[in-house]
Each structure stands twice: as structure tokens, then as C-alpha cells.
């Protein structure tokens, strides 16, 4: 079983930045893909950003250029640097945890319970 706790999340100004991590506990897979997810309200959850065990990363259109995916293996955690932040990056944003390459969001084992990103215009 793997836990995975999120933090980071909160109210900022568009144009601001935010840093979000995610850390997995009971993680026995050297290989895995962590990933971060958001859910605005309505609407349905989508990737956001994916990062293997191995460093391949992998961003939705909306946030390249403007978020950064990183991970430090020895802590289990991932990470998400959020710039240039805009209203429409509003969302709970979900880590998810994939025992694997190649994961789908449908392919994700474990989820975190979410953070709240709030970006006031």
C-alpha cells in the first residue's frame, strides 16, 4: 500500500508561483511514475505533469513552459513548480502513483487525497 500526501496548495495572485510536493510512503517499486492531476470544478480530472523513476517527464499542453516536474528518489517525493500562474489553473490538484512506465491516468494505483490551487485574477 502506498500513501501519498500532498501539500503546497493554496491562494495566489495570477502571474504568481506556487510549489507543490507530493510524498510517497510504502513505495517498494524502483520503477514507477508519479504524476500531478487536477480537477477544475464541472470538470473532469486531466494530466497535468508525469515524471518516472527513471526522469522522463511529460506535460499537458496548458502548463509547458510554466510548470516544472521533478522528483527526489531518495525522498520519495515529487514535485511541481507552478509559474506564470493563470485563473484557469485553478483546480484540486491529485498526485497519483503508477507501478510502471507508461501510465495512463486510468493506470494510477494510488492517489492522494489532493490540494485546493486558487489563482485570483
Known amino acids: 500500500q502506498v500513501q501519498l500526501v500532498e501539500s503546497g496548495g493554496g491562494l495566489v495572485q495570477a502571474g504568481g508561483s506556487l510549489r507543490l510536493s507530493c510524498a510517497a510512503s510504502g513505495s517498494r517499486f524502483s520503477i514507477n511514475t508519479m504524476g500531478w492531476y487536477r480537477q477544475a470544478p464541472g470538470k473532469q480530472r486531466v494530466l497535468v505533469a508525469q515524471?518516472?523513476?527513471?526522469?522522463?517527464?511529460n506535460y499537458a499542453d496548458s502548463v509547458k513552459g510554466r510548470f516544472t516536474i521533478s522528483r527526489d528518489n531518495a525522498k520519495n517525493t515529487v514535485y511541481l513548480s507552478m509559474n506564470s500562474l493563470k485563473p484557469e489553473d485553478t483546480a484540486v490538484y491529485y498526485c497519483?502513483?503508477?507501478?510502471?512506465?507508461?501510465?495512463?491516468?486510468?493506470?494510477?494505483?494510488?492517489w492522494g487525497k489532493g490540494t485546493l490551487v486558487t489563482v485570483s485574477s
Open positions: 497519483g502513483y503508477c507501478s510502471g512506465y507508461g501510465c495512463y491516468q486510468r493506470d494510477m494505483d494510488y
Open positions: 515524471i518516472t523513476s527513471g526522469g522522463s517527464t
